[in-house]
């Protein structure tokens, strides 16, 4: 009789796993059929695989069987089968509800394709189980597997964004320890954790993050000074100093060390001797720090000190961090510069700035600017901020597509991607050697109109049905500019498509046979494929005497180290803290918030130019 019993026992017992393990073997026959229908164009292919092919997924994920489980494992990382149909497993392995789902989703995630792999993580973050330690070290361990720069930076954001969202005390605590020892010393790896560690704010980590601001990689060293930075450097701030000392430290970790400085009581002491420092680089730097305390009168007395530095980056530097605020000791100081400073070029910028934040225009009449402000000191308040603009002051007759140009060490960096090939509208069916400029209309467009002559010079402009090449118009804009600069201007010209050549190696004078130089490169330009505009922009500021910059492509960035706006953004705004260059910019045939974005931040002014 036990027999019989335990005999029935087992058969209940079994019945259903052989049930299940038939319909496992029915539904995987079913997703084989269901896979030779994801034919056709690639980017068609996950929306033929979200209907054929994860339907079965979400069943086969449904029986929730050891089987099951391993099944769906073994097909995630099957380089036979399409990644289309690989990138629809996780969402399907973490639905059947098994403790070893996450573990499995984690184990060989570096190895796979990165739709997959993308894929796979985002089912983690938005997985509703925190990962327990293990998980979290597992995932850790798979970064370091590089196939490129730009898949490496995808991991770490993605592994980031994972890890950020575990609410698992353990495993938070051990993100603030442990686990720097279980990176391995891998840059990857030891970069998530930095990162966690300022956006968690993990106050445990702050001795960890210390020992890799000396780090051999500067992003590494540039992540840890910003987690310090959000958890607070009180505890930190000579070991920042000591970094910011370090000879041949990243302009990029000097300027976050010294902004997370300024952040505290005690590194503001540090921030304003920097102020002061021998080194120039250093007090570059600083003007751009000791900006975010406005409300702290050393550090604006330190800052408008700056307008008056021996070094003409600081200087610029200076001026440029002011253009962010609005303190009443700055209209005095600007005032001095118009009196006392002896580059024009430098008197027109902070006149600008006087005339944008004062409400009134003496133009560079120090004298009246001083009369007027003694007797408006005492009650002056700032114009409110719709009332402020971009206030162009027209010291010049000379300009480049509608922004005046008042530097006499200047850069042109000019886009000859196949782009400019196109054909945008004239006003006219030939266009002179000479034309005149209309004023920039307050919709912020350029328009030059023709000369009233009508025979064609030779050098002139292709026109057919009213339309002309960009790159015909640019270099006849550039031809236009060459010829009207004073002698004693400096001048570079870089054109860029998927690389750049600069015309010189730095600037050069157009006295002498320069300005004919310069005209027969312009004359010899030609246009290529591609646009790497963030390569160009970092060699043009490389050159110590340019001070001023004019942008100008058609297209968004395609090639070079960045591509991404908001990472050329960030890097520029970074490279620019030592030298304070003004950045004009000007979008041919189509509108851009990079380059607006690139003028406003770095004190230029931005044109659309939609016709000629």
């Known amino acids: 009789m036990l027999f019989l019993k335990t005999a029935l026992f087992l058969l209940l017992l079994v019945a259903p796993c052989a049930a299940r393990a ?85 184990s060989g995630l570096g190895r796979r ?26 995932l850790l361990s798979q970064l370091g597997v590089r196939k490129s720069k730009a898949a490496a930076r995808d991991q770490i954001e993605l592994c980031v964004a994972v890890l ?21 010393g891998k840059i990857d790896r030891l970069r998530v954790l930095a990162r966690l560690a300022g956006e968690l704010k993990l106050s445990a980590a702050r ?20 987690a310090l930075a959000r958890i607070g450097v ?14 041949g430290t990243d302009i990029r970790l000097r300027a976050r060390a010294l902004d997370a400085l300024a952040g505290s009581a005690g590194g503001m002491e540090f921030a304003i001797r920097s102020a002061a420092s021998k080194d120039p680089e250093l007090r570059a730097i600083a003007m751009g720090s000791l900006s975010l305390r406005s409300g702290d009168p050393r ?25 962010s605020l609005r303190i009443k000791p700055m209209l005095g100081a600007l005032i001095a510069v118009l009196a006392n400073h002896t580059d024009e070029s430098f008197k027109v910028k902070a006149l600008e700035l006087l005339v944008n934040v004062s409400g009134q225009n003496f133009g560079l009449a120090a004298a009246d600017w001083k009369k007027w402000w003694s007797a408006s000191e005492a009650a002056f308040e700032f114009p409110k901020q719709e009332e402020e603009g971009f206030t162009s002051v027209k010291k010049y007759d000379l300009d480049y597509f509608g922004i005046e140009v008042s530097s006499k060490r200047l850069g042109l960096v000019v886009d000859i991607s196949s782009s400019m090939r196109q054909l945008v509208a004239v006003k ?55 010829k009207k600069l004073p002698a004693d201007t400096f001048l570079n010209m870089i054109s860029f498509d998927a690389t750049f050549r600069p015309w010189q190696k730095a600037l050069q004078p157009l006295k002498g046979k320069g300005r004919a130089r310069a005209l027969s490169y312009v ?54 803290r030592t030298r304070g260059i003004t950045i004009h910019t000007i979008a041919f045939g189509a509108e851009s918030n990079l380059l607006r974005q690139l003028a406003e931040q770095n004190g230029g002014q931005y044109r659309f130019v939609d016709r000629y």
């Open 113 to 138: 394709p990165p739709g997959v792999q993308a894929a796979s993580f985002r089912m983690l973050q938005f997985n509703e189980s925190s990962l327990n330690v293990e998980e979290a070290k597992l």
């Open 299 to 323: 550090a604006m007395k330190a800052l408008l000190a700056g307008l008056n530095d021996k070094d003409p980056s600081v200087c610029n530097v200076a001026l440029q961090s002011l253009r």
């Open 22 to 106: 038939d319909e496992l073997t029915s539904l995987v026959r079913q997703y084989k059929a269901s896979l030779k229908k994801v034919t056709g164009p690639i980017n068609k292919r996950s929306n033929l695989v979200a209907t054929h092919v994860a339907p079965i997924l979400d069943k086969i994920a449904a029986l929730s069987t050891s089987n099951s489980e391993r099944w769906l494992a073994a097909e995630l990382d099957n380089s036979g089968t399409s990644p289309q149909a690989r990138a629809a497993i996780p969402g399907a392995l973490l639905a059947g509800g098994t403790e070893n789902a996450a573990r499995l989703l984690i």
């Open 523 to 576: 004359a010899r330009i030609t246009t290529g494929s591609g646009t790497n505009v963030f390569d160009t922009l970092e060699f043009a500021l490389k050159d110590k005497r340019v001070d001023t910059i004019y942008l100008l492509t058609d297209g968004l960035p395609t090639r070079g180290r960045l591509t991404a706006s908001e990472a050329i953004l960030k890097e520029i705004k970074l490279l620019n």
């Open 428 to 482: 006219t069916e030939s266009i002179e050697e000479d034309e005149e400029e209309e004023a920039a209309g307050g919709d912020g467009r350029t328009r030059v109109a023709p000369a009233k002559k009508k025979k064609k010079k030779p050098g002139g402009i292709v026109v057919k049905d009213g339309k002309a090449m960009k790159i015909d118009i640019l270099k006849k804009e550039m031809t236009r500019l060459l």
């Open 234 to 247: 009180d505890g930190s701030i000579d070991e920042i100093s000591s970094a910011l000392d370090r000879p």
């Open 164 to 184: 950020k969202n575990s609410k698992n005390e353990a495993t938070r605590a051990w993100l603030a320890g442990d686990a720097y020892d279980s990176a391995g």
């Open 207 to 226: 001795d960890q993050l210390v020992e890799l601001l000396g780090h051999r990689s500067r992003e590494l060293a540039i992540s840890a000074i910003e």
